[in-house]
């Protein structure tokens, strides 16, 4: 139902016919071709506060001298954290037309995302304007440093116009004078707009107070059944999915997160991918509202398998342009690329097929020493000595009870400074509150990722990464490896699948990316397996951690946007 054919169910609005009422006139007059709007007839209640809500939207809107990109964006970031959607729907066209890109009315409307975006979709002073509008809406006192941070790039933008327009002023105004005009302006523009959207939801103008705000791209949600191995006419467990479309024509790229977050985790590059790709995220097993099966084990290849129904059941065109997982994610995709070799039985018709795989931080063999760590780590979760070989019986309701009120915290706590080690932006040793590259509010999201895991779906990816070998069968459903990967590729042009190893040069003090390193040589040196068949490359993210698309985002789309490029 649109906007217009819905109605408040609460106030049944006031919409004087011309000539009636000279304060309906006049708000007319403003809104031109559009007429009378929902939330002028809730306001025409009160003819003297929709006349003083007219003067003053009016001068928010056409008097000031802020950027027209910049106000639209703080007006969208307000719709999007009180979900007024009836200011969303009339103000994203309005944003569109003063020069706001589909990826950054996504990032605006993104408001799971940790502030600040990554560097390259937003300029400066859109990005120290969105950071303004989200923290006075948020928590209304805004931080001293974002504050500077905004008059700062409004003292760029005065001056850079200024010097474009060879302007001296006439009037006495200095740059400075102008900044704080504009600052107080800005400040009006996220303050008023805050009184519209809480109007909006409490009076349900257009009764759209219950409704989500639109996103710029097509959005949906899915929870789908995914078929157990053994019993193929039975669902195991349960796949959260986000799909993205940009264009019923574009490719697809499907993303698989790390164990110990969930979809959520690619946030910040997603803006780099829309609109050119169309996007699938789901949370693996166990992760996110992703559930866990309760009658098989986790393993890597499974989680491959799980890919691939993902894929299928939600009848996304093939092949598809790049699968990108980073830790456990990025070992599922080299799984991924030997799948039929795995599940020669129990895979969808047809198997989905992929051009490219992109695996982060990760290895295609369980490091020597893992097994014992990974059983130390679900020991501290579940406050009892566990071992891999025991069942998961073993572990009572009270254990159970102890991960949830604790045990996950704990081990957020010394999961967080190894994943970012000294050198990376979210380390908090090297990188003190002054430091420009300090990234708090990044921090503190992986933190809350890993609390908020399901300790049973953290147990259940910890026993898969603590013994799993693609390269000879080992810890597998069936036989195979990832050496022998010629199946999952574009068939239809008999191009070689392409795949890129990358790795944060910090993880495990640089050991991961050797790891990789290593395996892309051995794999493009293969005789008899490879022929040509595997295209591997290897890559650094320097002064990254584990995962380098959180902390290093930028630096990590300079290596993998130039690589699906050329896909």
Aim: aromatic share 6%; proline share 8%; glycine share 8%.
């Amino acid at each position: 139902m649109s906007p217009i054919a819905k109605v408040s169910h609460l106030v049944l609005g006031r919409f004087p016919s011309p000539g009636v009422s000279p304060i309906a006139d006049a708000i007319r007059v403003r809104r031109g071709k559009r007429g009378l709007t929902p939330l002028d007839g809730n306001l025409l209640h009160v003819p003297p506060i929709a006349e003083g809500w007219n003067s003053l939207l009016g001068a928010i809107r056409t008097k000031g001298a802020l950027p027209g990109d910049v106000r639209e964006l703080m007006i969208l970031r307000v719709a999007a954290i009180n979900s007024a959607a009836f200011e969303w729907i009339h103000h994203e066209p309005v944003g569109r037309s003063h020069g706001l890109t589909t990826a950054q009315l996504y990032i605006i409307r993104d408001t799971t995302t940790p502030l600040p975006p990554a560097k390259g979709v937003l300029n400066a002073l859109q990005t120290s304007a969105l950071r303004f509008a989200d923290a006075s809406t948020r928590t209304v006192k805004v931080p001293p440093e974002i504050t500077s941070d905004l008059q700062r790039d409004l003292l760029d933008w005065v001056h850079t116009t200024n010097r474009q327009a060879n302007d001296t002023p006439t009037d006495g105004a200095s740059e400075k004078d102008k900044m704080q005009d504009l600052f107080v302006e800005a400040a009006a523009v996220v303050a008023a707009y805050n009184m519209v959207s809480r109007f909006l939801i409490s009076t349900d103008v257009a009764g759209l107070s219950d409704d989500e705000v639109p996103w710029p791209v097509e959005r949906k949600e899915h929870f789908i059944p995914i078929p157990s191995t053994d019993t193929p006419t039975e669902s195991s467990h349960t796949i959260h999915a986000l799909t993205f479309t940009s264009s019923p024509t574009a490719s697809w790229i499907v993303f698989a997160n790390s164990l110990l977050t969930d979809l959520s985790m690619w946030g910040l590059i997603i803006p780099y991918l829309i609109p050119t790709y169309n996007i699938l995220l789901h949370s693996q097993r166990g992760h996110g509202r992703s559930t866990v099966p309760h009658t098989e084990n986790t393993t890597i290849p499974l989680l491959a398998h799980d890919i691939a129904h993902l894929i299928h059941a939600l009848r996304i065109p093939t092949p598809i342009h790049a699968l990108i997982g980073v830790s456990q994610g990025g070992a599922a995709a080299l799984a991924f690329s030997a799948l039929s070799t795995f599940f020669p039985n129990s895979l969808p018709t047809p198997t989905p097929t992929v051009k490219s795989i992109i695996a982060c931080d990760t290895s295609a063999v369980t490091p020597a020493g893992n097994t014992s760590a990974w059983e130390q780590r679900a020991s501290l979760v579940f406050g009892t000595p566990i071992s891999f070989c025991s069942p998961d019986s073993s572990i009572s309701a009270a254990h159970d009870d102890h991960a949830d009120h604790g045990g996950m915290a704990s081990l957020a706590t010394i999961t967080v400074p190894r994943w970012f080690p000294p050198g990376s932006p979210l380390n908090v040793a090297s990188n003190p509150k002054s430091n420009t590259e300090h990234q708090p509010e990044r921090r503190a999201f992986i933190t809350s990722l890993i609390e908020n895991t399901p300790p049973r779906g953290f147990l259940a990816g910890a026993k898969a990464l603590a013994g799993y070998d693609l390269i000879n069968a080992q810890g597998t459903p069936k036989n195979g490896s990832i050496f022998g990967a010629s199946e999952i590729r574009d068939d239809e042009t008999q191009q070689p699948l392409k795949v890129l190893l990358l790795a944060g040069s910090l993880d495990g003090a640089g050991r991961v990316g050797d790891g990789l390193e290593a395996l892309s040589k051995r794999w493009n040196g293969e005789e008899g397996t490879n022929k040509k068949k595997v295209e591997v490359q290897y890559a650094r993210v320097e002064g990254a951690g584990h995962l380098p698309m959180v902390d290093r985002p930028e630096q990590w789309w300079d290596v993998v946007g130039p690589f699906l490029a050329k896909v």
